[in-house]
């Protein structure tokens, strides 16, 4: 292993100053069991997760709650569901107190009055056809028009095999919307036939994510490095899976040996009591994983297997930067 400062040239080495003094603690909060749509595929109803514990409804009960998560070191709540915007007092009782980031789909546009700089991440399952397919409706056409130009918004764009080729044209609606994207790949839990990758498919994605990137770097927020880690689920010779994932609730984490994991991470059920035992489903097989921040952070809590050469360190700091803009620690 070499030192930092050996491997990177001054710019380099600036942007690497700038992301460790971050110190990111995130955890994830399903602020509802309740949500508008019904996605074939939902990690969170199909795993049952909206059945795990009832919705506390005692909004002083949830504002105490953001304290002691503040108190236990949290700086960054991930709110998800559920869908968030049927609770937007629960959403403020974060919003009002810690580093906020709330996924949505995008059918009830936030009131921006009352929450001016939210970052929300707002899902998109494909184009059309995908959408109706796997959602029931055209989600985008409704929320591209609650959020054009929002600076504080960028759509989560799940790709599907059935993507391939078409991206493009997807990608160019949301730059023509005046927002940005960020990538990552559908893990089918509900099975839907034709809906899961192949290897060859994920040859041919990661080649598209890439091409995407090259060609509209001001509205895709992402890295080749990513793809590359999301793609293959491979980083610098470790394969991704249980035993190495980084998203796991701690007081859940019985493994021997622990990896390098999120300090402190819980995903909270919507009672503020109860645990999922990770950031996404609690049924998936690890082996099918593909969620996206996972992976990121796995990138982010492994930065000494990155320290072998100029390339990887650059690597990693391009995830890192990726995961902080997403989650407004810096600016796009
Ligand atoms: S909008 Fe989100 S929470 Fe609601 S069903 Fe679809 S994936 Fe699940
Ligand atoms: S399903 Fe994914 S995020 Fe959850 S523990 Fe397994 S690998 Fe980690």
């Not at 929450?115 to 995908?130: A, K, Q, R």
């Not at 899976?241 to 796991?248: E, L, R």
């Not at 609690?282 to 921040?293: L, S």
Request: glycine share 6%; hydrophobic share 35%; charged share 25%.
């Amino acid at each position: 292993m070499k030192l930092v400062s050996h491997l990177l040239d001054d710019e380099w080495y600036a942007r690497y100053k700038r992301i460790s003094r971050l110190n990111i603690r995130s955890s994830i909060y399903d602020v509802t069991n309740r949500c508008n749509l019904r996605c074939k595929g939902c990690f969170f109803f199909s795993s049952d997760e909206h059945k795990a514990a009832p919705e506390e409804m005692d909004l002083t009960k949830w504002e105490r709650f953001v304290h002691k998560e503040i108190d236990r070191g949290v700086n960054l709540a991930i709110l998800i569901g559920g869908e968030p915007t049927l609770c937007l007092d629960r959403v403020e009782a974060f919003y009002k107190r810690v580093s906020t980031f709330c996924a949505t789909n995008g059918l009830i546009k936030l009131p921006r009055d009352r929450f001016p700089d939210l970052m929300v991440g707002i899902s998109l399952w494909g184009d059309e056809t995908d959408e109706k397919t796997l959602r029931g409706k055209d989600a985008f056409s409704i929320s591209s028009k609650h959020y054009e130009g929002d600076p504080y918004a960028y759509y989560l764009y799940t790709l599907t095999p059935k993507q391939i080729g078409k991206t493009e044209r997807v990608i160019q609606k949301i730059a023509d919307a005046g927002l940005k994207v960020h990538l990552q790949l559908l893990s089918n839990d509900e099975g839907v036939d034709g809906f899961s990758w192949t290897p060859a498919e994920l040859v041919d994605i990661r080649a598209e994510m890439d091409a995407m990137l090259d060609a509209y770097p001001r509205t895709v927020v992402s890295s080749k490095y990513y793809h590359e880690v999301i793609c293959t689920g491979r980083m610098q010779g470790q394969r991704f899976g249980w035993q190495a994932c980084p998203s796991v609730t701690i007081t859940q984490d019985n493994r021997d040996p622990q990896p390098r994991r999120l300090t402190n991470f819980i995903r909270w059920a919507s009672d503020l009591e109860t645990t999922h035992r990770c950031c996404t489903s609690e049924t998936r097989d690890c082996a099918t994983c593909k969620d996206g921040a996972a992976h990121m952070s796995w990138v982010m809590v492994n930065k000494r297997a990155h320290m072998n050469s100029s390339k990887d360190l650059q690597n990693w700091i391009e995830v890192y930067e990726m995961f902080a803009k997403l989650y407004q620690f810096i600016p796009w």
